[in-house]
């Protein structure tokens, strides 16, 4: 198959009869259909002036709207989606810092990012609804002449978006269309897609794992992809049965809420086998995998993503070795591991992980000392420690600024999780940094417990010291109802313990 590097030759792939989007109660959007709404759109925002690798902000909610808005802007422009979610100051500032050309925002959908728009003198383009899932048109806006217009090519932009900037201030990341084109087809071939294929989307539309692992990688290989408002636990089965997808993809806090009601819907699930299951965005502990993979009857596939990759960096096989703890095989990029000096290291040595490939960010846009400390010979840094291990797959050690630096000592906090997600009272767990005044940083866990079990801290302290080395067991366990999530639903390390009023 010739590898595509435009989101309208994407595009041009699908049959036309073919869904290519679907919802819940309503008719689907074809493959053909699609291509002429990505047209159309296109044309609408020439005629508003707007053309190749200029930016359009995008606020929508969750589901097929969303879906097609990406997929038919992208066509010809660069979409740049942010969290619906968001408060009036935090549109300002995202807005502020991308400048689009343009909002697009629902009608009749409420939404603050309106009026910081307004605020900021950017012109809003409103999307209303069509019959199909997925369609329709755009209103509003004032007419004038794209200085680029038509359809985007290879390198022009075609997706922007915020790194999470847990630490910092978030650095803003640009994707070609060759970049999300890559990354789509990189997916695509790890998991045999083909134009069967039905994903059913449970992520959110804002985030680059919703956005390229289960719409474009779904519409790259001729198939569909059923746009749901979002994840809803008490849901999920019910969607299962209705729309009979073979196959989903989501953040290992979801698959764990999913894992807790598979017993009680084991009836759902031997009625809609899935082909597979896919798990990325964060390590997915290994006791969650096997169990996963029991309930269901299928493969768990872990992958590991990352924004400036255009997601997909390496992944477990579909056939072959799925190794628990392990994020996988290379899955498109080159990947390999460097030392601080920038020495790439031997199979088996500890640093960090780096990727160079046609799906990975040229830079972040407008700041020259994040990419000095970013790209080394070409290689991008991705700000994970990790190894390759004898058989090549990549098993990660943690988020270097997430590393526990205790004393002297280096703790993982991947390798608690692990640990501690093995006691059979366990249904979550997330190792965290306290600070402490003599060593700098002690080992803290977040704790939630499966429903009616009990275990107490000294019993799951014993349990972590008979696999751990004592400088790793956490020092303090605190049980929770739930761990604070990030928006994409990643939990948060970082500030947690001063979220939580822990202290050593």
Known sequence: MTSVTSLSALLARGAAEAPALRAPGRPALTHGALRDLAARTVATLNGRGIGRGERVAIVLPNGPEMAAAFLCIAAGACTAPLNPAYKQDEFAFYLEDLKPRALVVQRGVETSARAAAEGLGIPVLELVPGEAAGDFTLEGGTPGTAARPGMGEAEDGALVLHTSGTTARPKIVPLSQRNICASAAHIGATLDLTEADVCLNIMPLFHIHGLIAAVLSSVAAGGAVVCTPGFDGMRFFRLLEEERPSWYTAVPTMHQVILARAERNADVIARVPLRFIRSSSASLPGP????????????????????????????????????????????????????????????????????????????????????????????????????????????????????????????????????????????????????????????????????????SERDLRDFAARQLADFKVPRKIVFLPEIPKGATGKLMRIGLAEKLGVTA
């Open 288 to 455: 969650v995998m096997e169990a996963m993979e029991k309930a269901f009857g299928c493969p768990l596939v872990e992958s590991y993503g990352m924004t400036e990759a255009a997601h997909q960096m390496a992944s477990n096989p579909l056939r072959g070795a799925r190794k628990p703890g392990a994020v996988g095989l290379p899955a498109g990029p080159e990947v390999a591991i460097m030392d601080e000096d920038g020495t790439l290291l031997p199979q088996g040595g500890i640093g960090e992980v780096v990727i160079r490939g046609p799906n990975v960010t040229a830079g972040y846009d407008n700041n020259p000392d994040a990419n000095a400390k970013a790209f080394t010979e070409g290689w991008f840094r991705t700000g994970d420690q990790g190894m390759l291990d004898a058989d090549g797959y990549l098993v990660l050690t943690g988020r270097l600024k997430e590393l526990i630096k205790r004393g002297g000592e280096q703790v993982s906090p991947l390798e608690v999780d692990g640990v501690l997600s093995a006691h059979p009272a366990v249904a979550q767990a997330l190792t965290f940094s306290i600070p402490h005044k003599m060593l700098g940083e002690e080992v803290g866990a977040a704790i939630v417990l499966r429903e009616g079990a009990e275990v």
